[in-house]
């Protein structure tokens, strides 16, 4: 009966893996070639999604101005420039933001405003103002 039991699971195991590929229908837009990638293979693992996976997909900086403090985010755009030590304007196209990023988040990384970045951190609200308190950085390009 164990060996029954063992040879269903790894047969039912192998048959997954063969059903997982999927076609998504959104190939070619930005966020597919950066961020679905990531999603999808968390989808073809299988599991739980949490707020923290959640959190992995794209959102606007339109969005990000209504979202609630601490609020974890993930968004695609560009670094435009320097207002001061660890602050600088970040745009992706529906609104600026002002990120906050740390030495160490830069990773090594050198950016410039061509460059098309995915920012990872949370939203900071201070009365009426709104930063993103960026974790990571990472080039698109």
Not at 24 to 46: I, T
Not at 120 to 141: P, Q, W
């Amino acid at each position: 009966m164990k060996k029954f039991l063992f040879f269903l699971m790894a047969a039912t195991m192998l048959a997954g893996g063969a059903v997982a590929k999927h076609n998504c229908g959104c190939e070619g837009c930005e966020v597919c070639k950066v961020e679905h990638k990531l999603r999808h293979k968390q989808m073809e693992k299988g599991g739980f999604m949490d707020a923290t996976a959640a959190a992995a997909a794209p959102v606007s900086v339109a969005r990000i101005l209504t979202l609630p403090d601490d609020t974890r985010v993930t968004v695609i755009g560009h670094i435009t420039n320097r207002i001061d030590n660890g602050e600088y304007n970040f745009t992706d196209g529906s609104d600026n933001i002002v990120a906050e990023i740390g030495k160490k988040d830069w990773k090594g990384q050198v950016v410039n405003p061509k460059d098309k970045v995915i920012l990872k951190g949370k939203v900071a609200r201070d009365g009426h103002e709104v930063t993103l308190d960026v974790k990571s950085v990472k080039v698109v390009n």
